[in-house]
């Protein structure tokens, strides 16, 4: 029998191998790219390891987005934790490229530690790393190496890539760009390139032929590029460069858009023909929009999720405008009920003074609620709230806007959330708006959708799910609920009508909105624990259904939020910024702490 290969590593784990039962028990086999090695509730009877090639963990629940939850590189193992605990593995791990993987059988392994602690010692702190790192969302084991793949006639993209180059760098980490000048470079070549830089970035033009399929294979995530002012290519032209990330929705759509584009048109076209993980827009010239994409791969990207709350949720337009003046970026936006119509403000580059303008217009000015109706399915007809939607909003796609965006409606048929990440905006609000009672449901394809927030009224978790990088969070839901004096009957109907009060909704409506926000501890749990910067403004002074309460609101956002950065040590893009190679190899050097 052939011995195994050497594990790539200087390690205890890689002496592991040196042992002569693990030699001989011990198997090696090629996994292909796409293919899984276990996944999540199969039983733990080895221990795996990469030899070549790069693995991705990743987190499947029923009912929510799938989570990619890192990289296993060469050298690194798998599956130990379960391996350990006598457990079921709790994630699925597949091959992103074509790997080797080692098998060391349960009482194999077990047998080596006691002969060499040393093994057992590392393993041991490799497991602590990996579960500080799910607690304090660290960031080793994110994905390095990125390819670019033209998709149709986009013109040279090396050029492009060469600037996204210099925009990582500029972030601190050690960076390059290969093209098809290495696709005759052997294996090892790659390899150590790959262990060398903090990033790797591969770039393939519209004519490399062979080197575009490599190109495919050899990464942890594949961006693919296209004009955005032109129509996709044909179906066959866009898959002619198969990837096994696509399976797993690690495969991107960047769209090249002119630098003086006001907003992009025709994106849901490419949506169909390319079936995208997530898109961007990329102006030419455009350093900003450059800035994001390097913020997205180096995992600096800084994801916002506003939470609903009727009138509370006027906090966030103040909230929105301290980010902007601390210079906080904003690279996705998304939100639930109120929170989703001022986060699709953000993603449609309204700046502060028409963010302020259109939402006093739409719902401060006159009351959304005003059209008071027979109350058969709802207590208002909702024409007011539609009319409006589709004056600030038109005929805008989701895909259209400048920033990823996303809200959440309840489907009432389904029994779960539904994610709108496409389609027409207006559209998708007005189903997130749709509080049970007051607005009526949002019919979709026969589904019927009511407001976000019955199911998830902060849904960070979803966002996290969407991108690695910090989550701001802005939840006005926790502050004092509902008391006996806002559900008590008017003293006299006509002075209740002659006041004006009756244009906020009679007090039902105060009940019928705070039980529809209020969030259950398990969904506020993950929503916090996806939060990296939570705001959470004392609103409780305004009344939910009070759309006249504007000031106060934003007010006290914007002031919630300055707090919360002024808490901060390190910019909010920094704050899960993963250490560059040479600031590992200065840590590893540093005299250890006593005490």
Not at 90 to 102: K, P
Not at 299 to 323: E, K, N
Request: contains cysteine; aromatic residues 6%; negative net charge.
């Amino acid at each position: 029998m052939s011995r195994l290969p050497d594990i790539p590593d200087e390690s205890a784990l890689a002496r592991l191998f040196h042992q002569e039962r693990v030699q001989q028990e011990s198997t090696w086999f090629s996994l292909p790219g796409g293919q899984t090695l276990f996944s999540a509730g199969d039983s733990s009877e080895e221990l795996f390891f990469v030899r070549a090639g790069r693995l991705g963990a990743f987190r499947r629940e029923p009912g929510h987005e799938t989570q990619f939850l890192g990289v296993i590189r060469p050298g690194e193992p798998a599956g130990e934790m379960s391996l350990i605990a006598a457990a079921p593995h709790s994630a699925d791990v597949v091959a992103l490229r074509d790997s080797e993987i080692i098998a060391v059988p349960r009482d194999v392994f077990f047998e080596a530690c006691e002969a060499d602690t040393a093994v057992m010692i590392e393993l041991a702190k490799l497991m602590m790393l990996r579960s500080r790192q799910a607690v304090t969302k660290g960031g080793v084991g994110e994905p390095s190496v990125f390819g670019f793949v033209s998709l149709g006639q986009t013109g040279p993209l090396r050029a492009l890539v060469d600037r996204l180059t210099l925009e990582i760098a500029r972030l601190g980490y050690s960076v390059t760009t290969i093209g098809h000048e290495a696709q005759s470079a052997p294996t090892e070549w790659f390899s150590d390139v790959e262990k060398t830089h903090d990033f790797v970035l591969y770039v393939a033009e519209a004519a490399d032929g062979g080197w575009r399929q490599m190109v495919a294979r050899q990464v942890d995530r594949l961006f693919r590029v296209g004009r955005g002012d032109r129509k996709p290519p044909r179906e066959e032209a866009v898959h002619d460069v198969p990837s096994p990330l696509q399976a797993q929705q690690l495969v991107d759509l960047i769209l090249l858009q002119p630098p003086d584009l006001a907003r992009p048109e025709g994106s849901e076209a490419w949506l169909d023909a390319a079936t995208p993980a997530r898109l961007f827009h990329v102006r030419r010239d455009h350093d900003g929009d450059l800035k994001r994409i390097a913020r997205i791969l180096t995992g600096q990207s800084v994801g916002l999720v506003l939470s609903g709350g009727g009138a509370r949720a006027y906090a966030h337009v103040g909230a929105v405008r301290a980010l902007r003046e601390r210079g906080v970026p904003i690279d996705f936006v998304g939100g639930v009920s109120m929170g989703a119509v001022i986060a699709a403000g953000v993603a449609m580059g309204w700046t502060d003074a028409e963010m302020d303008e259109r939402i006093k217009e739409a719902f401060v000015n006159t009351s959304p609620l005003a059209d008071i109706a027979l109350p058969l399915l709802a207590m208002t007809h909702g024409l007011k709230v539609n009319e409006r939607l589709a004056h600030h909003f038109g005929d805008t796609q989701i895909a259209d806007l400048w920033l990823p965006f996303f809200c959440l409606s309840s489907n009432l048929t389904t029994g779960a959330y539904q994610m709108h990440r496409r389609g027409l905006l207006r559209r998708a609000l007005r189903a997130s708006v749709s509080l049970p009672g007051i607005l009526p449901p949002a019919i979709d394809d026969n589904n019927v959708l009511v407001d976000g927030a019955v199911m998830k009224n902060f849904p960070a978790d979803v966002m996290r799910a969407s991108q690695l990088g910090p989550i701001v969070g802005v939840d006005v839901t926790q502050g004092r609920s509902i008391t006996a004096d806002d559900v008590a009957r008017p003293a006299s109907v006509w002075r209740w009508i002659w006041s004006g009060e009756w244009k906020k909704g009679p007090p039902i409506v105060s009940l019928l909105m705070r039980t529809a926000t209020v969030s259950t501890s398990r969904d506020l749990t993950a929503a916090r624990d996806a939060t990296d910067v939570l705001v959470m403004p004392d609103v409780s002074k305004v009344e939910i259904r009070d759309f006249s309460a504007y000031a106060p609101a934003v007010a006290e956002g914007y002031r919630a939020t300055l707090e919360a950065l002024d808490k901060l040590s390190v910019p909010v893009q920094a704050v899960r910024r993963r250490p560059s190679l040479d600031e590992l190899a200065a840590q590893k050097t540093r005299p250890a702490a006593i005490g």
